[in-house]
């Protein structure tokens, strides 16, 4: 059933809640932050783990985070998702650094392309346990499909999310992530017809990230996908300088709804 799961996003190692689209490598002046958190991804991962959240992720943003993300895996050993350069060189060490499960997206697309080879060498660099990972499809809207997106969600791949490709994928990984590029950070409502099909598509756990604006929408996600998908809400949060959704609520509203503690 679908279920609320917080996140740690990390833009130059502090907590941040940013405006997705506004990432970018060649004009960081673009950069729209909705909040900086006074407090590290330690206290988050702290957090989370006092009230049972498992499968929170936490996202680098770009260089300077891994610090952070070893001190919120240090927290909650194997409580977390990590995601945000990973590779088949280094995953098998998040892996032994504490990360529950780790999350690849641009690795898996060299000049944008999708490489079955890359995706079939991160999991035998896992020992074959496509339990410990997660893919992540985020993506794009363009001329009606949807379109994975890399680099930060600044460079668009040559594959859609539909139901060929998750179906694909399906078999390599335990899990997927997939932001709503053009959602992430403006509060302006979920994308439903995405959540729709996901519920439809997918036949493994999903969590949907991006425009989740109050509490309502985890009711709406859970009409739209048959209690398939799950909600990730981020600067809506009050723990991020939200003001749309309490917190508690959101754990309230997993108690409720059978999947909190």
């Given amino acids: 059933m679908t279920r ?23 004009t960081p002046s673009s950069l729209q932050t909705n909040h900086i958190s006074p407090h590290s991804a330690g206290y988050f ?27 919120a895996c240090k927290e909650w050993e194997r409580g977390l998702q990590v995601g945000g350069g990973i590779t088949e060189r280094n995953c098998g060490g998040w892996i032994g650094g504490g990360a529950g499960k ?24 896992l020992g074959g346990q496509r339990e410990k990972l997660v893919i992540d499809l985020s993506c794009r809207r363009v001329r009606g499909k949807w379109v994975v997106t890399m680099d930060k969600w600044q460079r668009l791949t040559d594959m859609e999310v ?7 994928l399906e078999s390599h990984c335990s899990e997927f992530l997939i932001h709503a590029a053009d ?3 403006l509060q302006r409502g979920i994308d439903e017809e995405l959540v729709e099909k996901l519920g439809e598509w997918c036949s493994i756990p999903v969590t ?14 859970r009409q739209l996908s048959g209690g398939k998908v799950d ?3 981020g600067s809506a949060l009050d723990i991020f300088g939200g003001s749309g959704v309490r917190f508690e609520d959101c754990v309230e509203w997993n108690k409720r709804h059978g999947t909190g503690p």
Avoid: W
């Fill in 231 to 233: 909600l990730t809400i």
């Fill in 102 to 125: 780790v999350i690849v997206t641009s690795y898996l697309f060299p000049d944008a392309k999708f490489s079955v080879d890359r995706l079939k060498g991160v999991l035998e660099a």
């Fill in 45 to 71: 991962a702290r957090l989370y783990k006092e009230y049972e959240l498992t499968g929170a992720h936490v996202i680098m943003l770009g260089p300077g985070n891994e610090e952070a993300a070893k001190e």
């Fill in 183 to 185: 959602n992430e950070g």
């Fill in 162 to 168: 539909n139901e060929e490709s998750i179906k694909m």
């Fill in 4 to 26: 609320f799961r917080p996140c740690i996003d990390l833009h130059a190692g502090r907590v941040k809640q940013i405006v997705g689209g506004t990432l970018s490598d060649t």
């Fill in 208 to 221: 949907y990230a991006g425009g989740g604006k109050s509490l309502d929408d985890l009711d709406k996600v």
